[in-house]
Each structure stands twice: as C-alpha cells, then as structure tokens.
C-alpha cells in the first residue's frame, strides 16, 4: 500500500554556521528554514518557539538532554533582548551549561565565531 508523504520534525544532522537569517527563518547548509532553531552537538533542529513564547526549562528539554556536550548556550530571543528567567538559568547551570541572551542576530554571529572556533556552543534561535 502506497504511504503517502511522511512529514518529519525538521533536522540536520551536523553542525553548521547559520548563513543568513530574517524573513522568520535561517539559512545554514545550502539550505533554508522557516521558524525558530535549535542548534545543538547532534544537529540543528526545527523548535517550535516565537518571539511570545515564555522561556521555560521545558521548552529547552533538547538542550538540557545534551547537556554533557555544551559549554554555552546562546540564547536570541529575537529583535528585543529578554532576560532568561530564573528557574531557565538554574536548570541550565544545574547541567553546567552557561547562558548567554540577546538578540537573534547577535547570537547568530556569536555562535558562527565559536563554532568555528571549535566550541562546545549550542545556539536557541528565535526566528526574526
């Protein structure tokens, strides 16, 4: 029986610097995506967050599971700088893991430098 087209979470299964972004998305790999990311060790991810979502410990969950391998996490939270709240700041330095908000653009070229710089830096992109 003929299955049809299988719709999978977005996923890249490599690190790569983010080539350009606006137009609510990114463009990394020779490739573009529409919405928010999640750049991580194990790949970059599609992550289902806007500019009005609240910055929770659960909506990070990806981040804290591959806590072992980050050092940094940079944090754009969009056009606005947003602090991160607490309880978001005590579960990630509960893994080690040291946060750093601002605004997407600036973390976009942050995390472009330390990767290329060999490391241990997770990015959370809110799309812009």
């Known amino acids: 029986m003929a299955?049809?087209?299988?719709?999978?979470s977005a996923h890249f299964p490599?690190?790569?610097?983010?080539?350009?972004?606006?137009?609510g998305?990114?463009?990394?790999?020779?490739?573009s995506h529409r919405g928010s990311?999640?750049?991580l060790p194990s790949g970059i991810?599609?992550?289902d967050m806007t500019m009005e979502d609240a910055l929770t410990p659960a909506n990070f969950q990806r981040v804290l599971e591959e806590a072992t391998q980050i050092e940094v996490?940079?944090?754009g939270t969009g056009?606005?700088?947003?602090?991160?709240?607490a309880e978001l700041k005590a579960a990630l330095r509960a893994k080690q893991i040291s946060s750093d908000p601002m605004s997407t653009g600036a973390a976009v070229r942050t995390?472009?430098?330390?990767l290329a710089e060999s490391r241990a830096v997770a990015a959370a992109l809110i799309a812009v």
């Open 73 to 75: 996490l940079l944090v």
């Open 3 to 8: 299955k049809g087209i299988e719709i999978r």
């Open 37 to 39: 990311l999640l750049c």
């Open 45 to 47: 991810y599609g992550w």
């Open 25 to 31: 998305g990114f463009r990394f790999a020779d490739m």
């Open 14 to 23: 490599g690190r790569a610097p983010i080539e350009a972004y606006g137009n």
């Open 79 to 85: 056009t606005e700088l947003r602090p991160l709240p």
């Open 111 to 114: 995390f472009n430098i330390m």
